[in-house]
C-alpha cells in the first residue's frame, strides 16, 4: 500500500495526527495540507506535518489519491462540493466527523459520479485542545474507529480504508450511519453537552471559580472534556438534534427515578 499524494483538508488536531501517523506507517509519499485559516496551514507546514501547502482544496485534491477530510461536520458538504471537480475517479475519500447520516446526505448531494470514492469513516479519539500543535502519530493507536460504508461506497475503496486504519492502530468496527449516530448521541454527544452545562452552571453563581477549585479528581475527569472546541460541538449537537434530545429524555427519567 502506497500513496504517491495524500490530500489533507484540514489542519487541525485530527488531520495533522492522521498525517502524522501516515508518514511514520511508511505509505504516504506527498502530503499537500489545505486548512481555510492560512496560520494553520503553515503552522502544519513549519512543524512538518504536511509537506506542501496548497491554497485551494482544489489545489490539494488534485492528483491525489486519498484524501482526508478533517473540518466540523457543518463545513462538510461545502467541502464537498470543492473536492468533488478535482478528485481522481478511483481515488480514496473519508472523513472523520463525529455524526454519519448529515455527512452521508451531504456526500450524496454533491459528490456526484465521485460518490463511489467516498467511505465514511470516525475515529473515536481526540483530545480536549485543538490545533495542529498537538498531533499526535499515536492518537488513532488501539483506538475504535467507526467505519459506516454507504451502498455507493466502491468495494475497492472500501477495503482500502480499513488496510489504512489497520495500518495505524486502529480497531475497525462497521456500523450503520443511523447506528453510529444513536449510539454516539449516548455515548459521546450527551456527555459533552453535560460537561458543558454543568460547568457553565457553576460558573454563572457568584463564587463558581472557588467551587471549581475545589473539584477532586472525578470532577476533573468529568469536566475535562468541556474544554474542547466549542465549535466543533456545537456542529455536533446541532447535527444530530433529535438523537441528543432522545437521549436528554432518558437522563431526565433516570434522574426522576432518584
Known amino acids: 500500500m502506497k500513496f504517491e499524494k495524500v490530500a489533507l483538508i484540514g489542519c487541525g488536531l485530527m488531520g495533522g495526527s492522521f498525517a502524522m501517523a501516515a508518514k511514520r506507517a511508511g505509505w504516504a509519499n506527498h502530503i ?13 507546514l513549519s512543524m512538518g506535518v504536511i509537506d506542501a501547502a496548497a491554497d485551494s482544496i482544489a489545489q490539494a485534491v488534485l492528483d491525489a489519491d486519498l484524501v482526508l477530510l478533517a473540518v466540523p461536520v457543518k463545513a462538510t458538504a461545502a467541502c464537498f462540493q470543492a473536492i468533488a471537480p478535482a478528485l481522481k475517479s478511483n481515488a480514496l475519500l473519508m472523513d472523520v466527523g463525529s455524526t454519519k447520516s448529515d455527512i452521508v446526505l451531504a456526500a450524496q448531494a454533491t459528490l456526484g459520479d465521485k460518490l463511489h470514492c467516498f467511505v465514511p469513516t470516525h475515529p473515536i479519539t481526540g483530545k480536549e485542545v485543538a490545533g495542529v500543535e498537538h498531533s499526535d502519530a499515536d492518537l488513532y493507536k488501539d483506538r475504535a474507529l467507526i467505519l459506516t460504508p454507504m451502498s455507493s461506497s466502491g468495494a475497492e475503496q472500501v477495503q482500502l480504508a480499513k488496510k489504512i486504519w489497520k495500518s495505524l492502530g486502529s480497531d475497525i468496527k462497521e456500523i450503520t450511519p443511523a447506528a453510529h449516530d444513536a449510539a454516539f448521541a449516548a455515548v459521546s454527544h450527551l456527555p459533552h453537552l453535560l460537561a458543558y452545562a454543568i460547568i457553565r452552571g457553576i460558573f454563572q453563581q457568584s463564587k463558581g471559580p472557588e467551587l471549581i477549585a475545589l473539584g477532586g479528581p472525578g470532577f476533573r475527569d468529568f469536566s475535562r472534556i468541556a474544554a474542547s472546541d466549542p465549535v ?12 441528543v434530545l432522545l437521549q436528554i429524555a432518558h437522563f431526565k427519567k433516570a434522574l426522576n427515578e432518584f
Open 32 to 44: 499537500v495540507g489545505y486548512s481555510a485559516s492560512e496560520t494553520s496551514r503553515q503552522k502544519a
Open 232 to 243: 466543533v460541538w456545537r456542529d455536533i449537537l446541532t447535527t444530530n438534534r433529535e438523537q
